[in-house]
């Protein structure tokens, strides 16, 4: 049958460059043909989550990020910035060829530090102690730096993750006012102290 047509498909041990040859065949005899092809692999992204923000290397064609099934619209770049924790995924092109993966997310790391006036308070049970409290245990290991009035630096301390609470002993410095820094590399919050 004239202009009749036969697909082949020919799979290839690993990507980079073959030769392939066509030969065709009739009542005539047979003509060759020979061609080098470039074979890319298939893209097998992989999501990482930074805080809230996942991403992919940038180094393909198009992007295409899904929360569950749905794709996200507008969130076509190798970066997606999510609001919940849940299933999402992505899927990518390179050359022609897709692929993807999917990343179920940890937890965003922020809710403790959303509103410092709801849940982190100071309280000075004695005159050389302060006991920094918050009303959930904290995600993340929180680094406190204290300042006086002046913004002079007069502690540095870690708040272990996992606890409500940070005591810390043996702060001899003046009455007044200071500032008390608790941040991560997610946030920070800022709280007043009144030493009495």
């Known amino acids: 049958m004239s202009g009749a047509t036969d697909t082949t498909t020919i ?3 690993a990507s980079g460059a073959y030769s392939v040859t066509l030969t065709a065949y009739n009542s005539g005899g047979s003509n060759s043909s020979t061609t080098v092809i470039n074979v890319t692999p298939t ?9 809230g923000v996942l991403s992919v290397p940038a180094v393909y064609t198009t992007y295409q990020w899904y929360n569950g099934t749905s794709s996200i619209s507008g969130a076509t770049t190798n ?21 993807g993966d ?3 997310t940890g937890p965003l790391h922020v809710t403790n530090l959303n509103n410092a006036a709801a849940n982190f308070w100071v309280a000075q049970p004695n005159n050389s102690c302060i006991n920094l409290n918050s009303s959930k245990p904290v995600d993340d290991a929180l680094a ?8 002079r630096k007069v502690l540095d ?17 003046a009455n007044g006012l200071y500032i ?3 941040g991560n590399v997610y946030t920070s919050v800022v709280l007043k102290w009144l030493k009495q």
Do not use: M, R
């Open 180 to 182: 008390i820094k608790l």
């Open 157 to 173: 301390e870690t708040w272990s993750s996992g606890s409500y609470s940070k005591q810390i002993n043996g702060l001899s410095v």
């Open 144 to 151: 406190i730096t204290i300042y006086d009035a002046t913004g």
């Open 11 to 13: 799979c290839f041990p």
């Open 79 to 99: 970066t997606y910035t999510i609001t919940t924790t849940s299933t999402y995924g992505i899927v990518v092109d390179s050359a022609g060829c897709q692929g």
């Open 43 to 51: 893209p097998h992204p992989t999501i990482t989550q930074t805080g």
């Open 102 to 104: 999917t990343l179920t």
